[in-house]
């Protein structure tokens, strides 16, 4: 006898996929158990009780015929039955088995089909519904599908993220206009307290209204750090589900072919069934040819259990058309509505966020599956596909982790002096940062789609505030208080048509940095929002590739002070808008793939800086043309290809800073020892061999490179330059170093490292600011001056 249990495996699934499992699954299922049921019992019937039990016919043999039992056996009168002659068989002793046998033989024989196989038939069909019904669970190709869907549907309905998200949604949803205008004022005063003074914002607002108290519970804003992690890996599960699943629609298809194929069984089962159910009979005609066996070839035959089978029978096909009309049901329900798309707008309504986006595909269709189990479920889990949602959740993350004691920890001081705070690459923007109210300069970097919110107003003391590669949304209503406080503005993107248009309406600007490019196509227009609102701005610098200088620089002519054009090795080409800078005192015009001096640099009279690093700039003929520039102090020409200084060099007598370092010198012109006024001169990284005498007429110098050269030596007028306080020697060729050395009594720093001294002079020892730390050589020429002079420069 098989146990009912041992059909389990057919029928068995994870509990947890009841949920898609929609009301018409469920029924077929336990009609599905009632049909296998019936089956067992008639199989068990079968077997362990007698089959068919026959009778000899006692008509003559000339009178046989197919006639059933009831006609070969009419009915006789006492008188007739005496008058019958009793007909012997054969004796052999063996009557019992002759009797066995002729059972089998008619069973065989003389049963139909149908008759015989009735009980079996109905466990095999049972058990082809249970596999149609289950296919899709055990199928490798859904199957997996499904385990992942419903292990994160759990989670998501189980997740306290969700719960705390449709509690606030519902929470503002239920806020009126009359409620929201008569709480205004507790409304906006628990906004605006710290955490700390939350209970007491809470406490007013009862003590004022004590029917509303229930309106937000306190634990739907409880959500631990534990539980913000869990919900955030979650959201990145639904994400990467969602795209793989969308894919196809194989979960689709599947249930529709499984549906299908049980309709199609269901019509061949109930058209067979009702064909042959009469041919379960109670009495069977069996006509044989055993005369020579036993005496007689026809038998009256009763099929034991012919009663119980066509019971069973009509039960089983009152079962089959139930299932069928609900597999029919299936069906219907399958091609009337479009079920590879699913909708999210009643829950959309019903929650206010209306990012959650339509699924499609197999996703769609197990949300319409998990809709008719209970509704609840997309709705809950509708909260995990939603950015807003994401959003409230990084930022809850973000509040656990950075706390107003660890930002503080990060606050540092910028060049500029002020007090800064640096966060980078983090998901998005704390709201403890409005905390700190003492912070100066705020510096976001690679931090995407900041939005600004009400707390920034908290910020008193905000003057500088940098975005690189961090989108940024500000509210109207906070620009106004920017424009009041920022002073510095600093803007990265890849392209400059990324930088947020507020930044240009900012008045109050001082300093403005952009970085970025301009399009291929928009390189040589070069076109840059106007900047006519910034009545205030006094530097401007612009990393770009652009092809000429903004017609927009103009419109801060009368104001500019100092103007950076990087353009990281684009040329620059036109270059008169200059010209209109009339207050402009630096300029630097840095990697702009100059050949020349720009002639338009000569018009601007108040210039005092002039940067022209990194360009192609062979020859500097153009250099007599700067007296005209009368402030001009400093000048950088480093980082190009000079190879030569001209001898109009001697005409900027009001220079103070000349850089030349990282060039193609070998030799300075003697006229360059009549630029009186020169402080620094940078000469290093050049192929220079010897030095004109006529450098000691330079009595102000106090600072001069010659690192990186190929001196060989140094002529003694260099050494009435009384006032040098920085010399720079290393990595020349010199053999020795003069005596007179000791006549620079203001020296402080002197670098004589890679060289070919043998021995340094004692009158280092005259340098009274000269200390070891100070001297840069190697240890072994340190430790061949005297000892007296060395432990004076080791002296504090």
């Not at 043999?61 to 012997?88: F, H, I, Y």
């Not at 689709?252 to 379960?280: G, P, S």
């Not at 076109?527 to 006519?532: D, F, G, Y």
């Not at 610098?541 to 100092?562: E, F, I, M, W, Y």
Request: hydrophobic share 40%.
């Amino acid at each position: 006898m098989i146990p009912v249990a041992e059909f389990k495996q057919f029928t068995e699934q994870q509990p947890a996929f009841k949920v898609l499992k929609p009301w018409w699954d469920v029924l077929a299922e336990y009609l599905t158990v009632a049909m296998l049921m019936i089956g067992v019992f008639g199989c068990t019937l079968q077997v362990t009780q007698d089959k068919i039990i026959c009778l000899p016919n006692h008509e003559p043999q000339e009178n046989l015929s197919d006639a059933p039992c009831q006609q070969l056996l009419p009915r006789r009168s006492p008188e007739q039955m005496g008058a019958l002659q009793e007909v012997k068989g054969l004796k052999n002793n063996l009557d019992l088995q002759q009797y066995s046998f002729i059972n089998q033989l008619c069973y065989e024989t003389a049963l139909h089909w149908y008759a015989k196989y009735f009980p079996y038939l109905v466990v095999i069909h049972t058990l082809i519904f249970m596999v149609c019904t289950s296919f899709w669970f055990k199928f490798p190709g859904t199957s997996s599908k499904i385990e992942h869907f419903i292990s994160i549907l759990g989670k998501c309905f189980d997740s306290p993220w969700t719960t705390r998200a449709l509690s606030e949604v519902s929470g503002e949803n239920q806020k009126g206009p009359a409620a929201a205008g008569r709480a205004s004022a507790t409304i906006v005063a628990t906004a605006g307290a710290a955490p700390g003074k939350a209970g007491e914002g809470e406490k007013e607002k009862v003590l004022a209204e004590p029917e509303k108290v229930v309106t937000e519970p306190p634990v739907v804003t409880l959500l631990d750090k534990k539980e913000g992690e869990q919900a955030k890996a979650l959201f990145e599960k639904v994400k990467k589900f969602r795209v793989h699943v969308e894919e196809g629609d194989i979960l689709y298809t599947m249930y529709i072919r499984q549906t299908v194929l049980k309709v199609c069984k269901f019509l061949a089962i109930l058209v067979y069934n009702l064909v042959y159910v009469e041919k379960i009979s109670f009495l069977v005609a069996c006509r044989v040819e055993t005369s020579e066996v036993t005496g007689y070839a026809s038998f009256c035959c009763n099929h034991t259990k012919a009663h119980l089978f066509s019971k069973l029978a009509f039960c089983y096909i009152s079962f089959v058309c139930i299932y069928g009309l609900t597999c029919i049901y299936t069906l219907y329900w399958l091609f009337h509505r479009p079920l590879k798309e699913y909708s999210f707008r009643s829950v959309r309504e019903e929650t206010g966020m209306g990012d959650i986006p339509d699924v499609k595909n197999d996703f769609a269709f197990m949300l319409h599956l998990i809709d008719q189990y209970d509704s609840l479920y997309s709705k809950r889990f509708a909260v995990f596909l939603s950015e807003v949602s994401e959003s409230r959740l990084k930022q809850l993350n973000l509040n656990h982790e950075w706390t107003p004691e660890k930002l503080r920890q990060k606050l540092q001081r910028n060049a500029a002096g002020r007090l800064e705070l640096a966060l980078c690459m983090l998901p998005g923007l704390p709201d403890t940062i409005f905390e700190l109210s003492e912070v100066e300069s705020l510096r976001l970097e690679a931090i995407c789609d900041i939005t600004f919110p009400p707390g920034l107003s908290q910020l008193v003391h905000l003057q500088e505030l940098s975005l690189l590669h961090s989108p940024t949304r500000l509210p109207f209503s906070l620009q106004v208080f920017l424009r009041d406080h920022l002073k510095v503005m600093r803007v990265k993107c890849e392209e400059l048509r990324e930088v947020p248009l507020w930044v240009f309406g900012l008045r109050g600007l001082e300093e403005l940095h952009l970085e970025g490019l301009f399009p291929q196509e928009l390189a040589r227009a070069a076109t840059l929002e106007s900047l006519r609102e910034l009545k205030q701005l006094k530097v401007l610098s612009l990393r770009s590739n652009a092809g000429k200088v903004p017609a927009s620089v103009t419109d801060v002519a009368g104001h500019l002070q100092r103007l950076s054009l990087h353009n990281d090795g684009a040329r620059l080409v036109a270059l008169n808008s200059l010209k209109k800078l009339a207050a402009l005192r630096e300029l630097e015009l840095v990697a702009c793939g100059l050949e020349r001096i720009p002639h338009a640099v000569f018009s601007l009279g108040a210039l005092q800086e002039l940067d022209l690093k990194d360009n192609h700039l062979r020859s500097i003929e153009e250099i007599l043309s700067f007296q005209h520039c009368r402030k001009l102090v400093t000048l950088r020409l480093w980082h190009n290809q000079i190879a030569y200084v001209p001898e109009h060099v001697r005409k900027l007598r009001s220079l103070e800073q000349l850089y030349l370092s990282y060039n193609k010198l070998e030799t300075l012109p003697s006229q360059l020892g009549l630029c009186s006024g020169l402080r620094l001169l940078d000469v290093s990284h050049n192929g220079l061999h010897s030095l004109p005498p006529e450098v000691g007429l330079l009595q102000n110098l106090q600072h001069l490179a010659l690192s990186y050269n190929a001196l060989e030596a140094l002529p003694d007028e260099l050494f009435f330059c009384r006032k040098l306080r920085t010399l720079l020697l290393g990595d020349n060729q010199l053999s020795q170093l003069s005596p007179h050395v000791g006549a620079l009594r203001a020296l402080s720093r002197l670098e004589l490292k890679g060289n070919r001294l043998e021995v340094l002079p004692e009158e280092l020892g005259n340098c009274g600011g000269l200390k070891k730390a100070g001297l840069l050589v190697e240890d072994t020429l340190y430790q061949g001056l005297p000892a007296e002079v060395r432990d004076k420069m080791e002296e504090e």
